[in-house]
């Protein structure tokens, strides 16, 4: 059961790529935005390495049942995810992923690749590729904020290091607008309610 | 001032008397030293709580004017830990049999003594299962009859509750017998004063079980037996040696946390 | 006030605290190990006491002998530990012992599904314990619930004289959702009332705690109004063992625990609770939206059943659909409730993944379907 107003997020990666961070951040950012959320995460034994996972449903109203069985978006940081959660998705689905996890799929235009985890290095620390990641899942689906992603980011990463996680933020920004002006997103998330960046009721 | 008997009175139930314990058992000698022990340290019956387990060991705290909190098998001690961190001010003082305190209830045993919890225990050690009718127990001396090891004898080794307190972090350890009718109210009542975990050993008599299946005869004669088995322990006859093998002052759980609870009495 | 992501562990906590609670003991474990760690957090700074204990035999016991010293105390746990507590609910039940007892469900039996939810302790929570004894069970599906029904959990412990249970799920248990909670009051030292010395320590008496004017005697075995074994037969635990659960079994906020949604005019009904009752939610209304008249009576409170809203439904619905992650538990007493009023059906699972609201949309038409033909 899909209510056109309810958008289903997954973000996966590995253990120790701050996926639960990332999901922890975007769930509070689209709460200050006035939006109904839930989030839950996958628990697992494995504390670093494994494929986990974060759940997050924004809805303009309550929201009955917290579980995602296919991802209206998904946000995939590792290989592992990708095997793991790739498929589980809605028909139409938007699936944002890094290079390294996915070969981009020709054709496919629901699969778009960035190179986050690269980026990350060359700006300094691999530890910021989740916020960057968040950066471009904001400009190409404007489901939350920048200016409510900008705050939680503030106020939940440690004082030293905020300013390395917004440089990052806002790189994964440029990085999704860039993708934007590339040909085929116009369709991308169609079923998911998302259209170029706005959301449909 | 009042008789020492009458101190010691106040202490005890005897509208309860006789106890529900066999004829010749050790266990009423323990309670007269509990309560000498406590007639001497002066605390209002009210402000003491005495915990018991399951078995003849637990039906204690009936036998004391004090409060009584008599619990399930072996885990009187996980009780008197919530019970002394929730008032700091009451003091307690636990009754566990061997098998209540050694088998069922080993793994709060050991943690109790580790926490260095500010709690008394007095392990009767009467080598046997008294309540369900002569059963081995962790302490049954190898080769000794017991209902579930006849012949010749229980094969297993058995548990030296002083080196096991001793190991696991008591800050006070000792071990006495009901032969030592002198010594037991002495060594209880320096437990009881100790501040961190205490164990005092009682080595008591169970003539109806242990005495009978292993040929020790009555009372008078196991309390003989007791005094000849405390002494050094030889190859071939297992023993207990009697004292106080540790007494050192460390801090007990309540100071090392700093949560001793702010509750004291109303 | 302000709205804020809020786990649903956290919640609890939350709402254990804003009940009075000052004792914890528990033993780490999956989906509960938040509100053991939380409370290592919160508790001590507010004079409480927290104690992580060697496993949840000893939890529940220093939960138990923390309330004989004046403690609200409670502990939380997941199924294995549950399994450990019984014969310590059961001492708390005979010594009318006031505590909480959190069960986060997750699959089982054994070891099962650790990270997994469930529901699958609703009976264990009733019967678990050996012989009989008043039980209080309290769910909830939300985080603002898991608030709420531990905090009210406290003061139906202290009413009532008896362990409550507080029944979560791995998902409700690590879910986040906005929710604006009250601030903590200022911890205080709440004098249990009954301290005078001069009524009797057990029965329909308040809990009086040691420390007061006079010695109590505490024991696990039969016993008096005074606190004296008395275990020959026909002796007075029975009556108060009675008096027990005929208390709670009158007391409104206990039988009124039920949430209806859509009733009024329903002709096909979903039982629900927990976090399935989400989803059941979720599947009126897409049935509602397609003209069906269903309705869901979502309980709150497990036991004590809320017999009277279940027998109402029954005489009003042409069927019942019980919905619950486990093979058929809860199922059974509303069967015995409704004694052939309305057809009962049932639709549970116990694989760890959840019902879906189209799972249980598709059960409920099939229902009505049968129903009528």
């Known amino acids: 059961m899909k209510l056109s107003d309810t958008i289903r997020i997954r973000l996966t990666g590995r253990g120790g790529q701050g996926i639960m961070l990332a999901g922890a951040i975007l769930a509070d950012a689209a709460m200050r935005d006035g939006r109904q959320v839930t989030e839950t995460q996958e628990y697992g034994p494995e504390a670093r390495l494994g494929a986990t996972r974060a759940d997050v449903i924004l809805s303009d109203r309550p929201i009955a049942f917290p579980e995602v069985e296919q991802a209206d978006i998904l946000l995939c940081l590792s290989r592992g995810g990708w095997l793991k959660y790739g498929t589980q998705v809605a028909s139409g689905a938007l699936r944002l992923v890094d290079v390294t996890a996915v070969a981009r799929e020709p054709g496919d235009p629901e699969v778009r690749s960035f190179p986050w985890r690269a980026r990350a290095r060359e700006l300094g620390d691999e530890v910021v590729t989740n916020m960057m990641a968040l950066g471009t899942l904001q400009a190409v689906t404007q489901v939350v904020s920048v200016k409510s992603l900008r705050e939680v980011l503030q106020e939940r990463i440690k004082p030293a290091l905020v300013a390395a996680n917004l440089a990052a933020f806002d790189e994964g920004v440029n990085l999704g607008r860039d993708e934007l002006s590339a040909p085929g997103v116009a369709t991308a998330g169609r079923d998911a309610g998302i259209r170029g960046g706005e959301i449909h009721d | ?266 | 006030m302000a709205l804020r992501m809020v786990m649903g562990n956290e919640a609890a906590v939350q709402g254990a605290l804003a009940g009075g609670c000052d004792f914890y003991a528990g033993y780490p474990i999956t989906p509960a190990t938040e509100i053991l760690e939380e409370m290592g957090r919160r508790l001590p700074p507010r004079g409480g006491v927290f104690l992580q204990m060697e496993d949840e035999l000893a939890a529940m016991a220093a939960v138990v002998g923390a309330a004989w010293g004046g403690a609200r105390a409670m502990t939380a746990t997941s199924g294995p530990g549950f399994s450990l507590m019984q014969e310590h609910i059961g001492y708390a039940a005979i010594t009318q012992t006031p505590c909480v007892v959190i069960d986060v469900q997750r699959g089982g039996p054994s070891t099962g599904l650790p990270t997994l939810p469930a529901q699958g302790d609703v009976m264990q929570a009733r019967y678990g314990t050996h012989g009989d004894r008043p039980a209080i069970v309290l769910t909830a599906s939300s985080v603002r619930e898991a608030y709420t029904t531990t905090r009210k959990a406290f003061q139906l412990a202290e009413r009532h004289r008896t362990p409550v249970v507080v029944l979560l799920d791995a998902v409700i248990a690590h879910m986040r959702e906005p929710v604006e909670l009250p601030p903590l009051p200022e911890p205080a030292l709440n004098p249990w009332p009954g301290s005078s010395g001069t009524e009797p320590p057990f029965g329909a008496h308040p809990f009086t705690p040691f420390g007061g004017p006079s010695p109590i005697v505490v024991t696990g075995l039969s016993h008096g109004e005074d606190g004296w074994p008395r275990t020959g037969a026909g002796q007075a635990t029975e009556r108060m063992l009675k008096d027990a659960i005929a208390g709670i079994a009158e007391d409104p906020s206990l039988t009124q625990g039920v949430e209806r949604y859509c009733m009024d005019d329903a002709t096909v009904a979903v039982v629900a609770y927990g976090i399935t009752a989400r989803a059941a939610h979720a599947a009126v209304e897409t049935l509602r939206a397609e003209g069906e008249r269903a309705g869901l009576l979502k309980l709150d409170v497990l036991w004590p059943l809320p017999e009277a809203a279940l027998l109402e439904a029954a005489e009003q619905v042409d069927g019942l659909l019980v919905v619950e992650m486990n093979l058929g538990q809860l199922v059974m007493p509303v069967r015995a409730v409704v004694g052939g009023r309305t057809h009962v059906a049932h639709l549970g699972r116990a694989d760890g993944l959840l019902l879906s609201p189209d799972v249980i949309a598709r059960r409920l038409q099939a229902l009505t379907a049968s129903v009528r033909s």
Not at chain 2, 49 to 74: D, E, K, M, Q
Not at chain 2, 92 to 106: E, H
Request: charged letters at 20%.
């Open chain 2, 1 to 266: 001032m009042p008789r020492f008997g009458e101190s010691v009175d106040r202490y005890l139930r005897r509208e309860l008397l006789p106890t529900v314990w066999c004829p010749g058992c050790g266990n009423g000698s323990i309670v007269q030293a509990l309560a000498m022990a406590l007639a001497r340290i002066g605390r209002e019956p009210e402000d003491v709580v005495v915990v018991g387990g399951i078995g003849c060991s637990g039906r204690t705290p009936f036998y004391l004017a004090t409060n009584a909190l008599h619990t399930t098998h072996g885990r009187a001690l996980a009780f008197a830990t919530g019970l002394k961190l929730a008032r700091p001010d009451l003091e307690v003082v636990v009754t566990s049999g061997d098998g209540d305190s050694l088998a069922i209830g080993g793994n709060h045993f050991i943690h109790a003594a580790r926490r260095n919890l500010d709690v008394t225990l007095l392990l009767f050690n009467n080598a046997i299962y008294g309540m369900t009718g002569g059963q081995a127990a962790p302490t049954t001396p190898t080769g000794s009859r017991t209902s579930t090891s006849p012949g010749s004898g229980s094969t297993e080794r058995s548990f030296d509750a002083v080196e096991l307190a001793m190991a696991a972090g008591a800050t006070f350890v000792a071990r006495t017998t009901t032969f030592d009718v002198q010594e037991m109210p002495l060594y209880i009542e320096r437990a009881i004063r100790h501040r961190g975990f205490s164990m005092v050993e009682i080595i008591t008599q169970c003539p109806t079980y242990y005495g009978r299946l292993n040929r020790l005869g009555e009372a008078p004669a196991m309390l003989v037996w007791e005094r000849d088995m405390t002494g050094e322990p030889s190859d071939d006859q297992h023993g207990w040696k009697t004292g106080v093998f540790r007494d050192d002052d460390l801090p007990a759980y309540g100071d090392l946390t700093g949560q001793n609870s702010v509750r004291t009495r109303a």
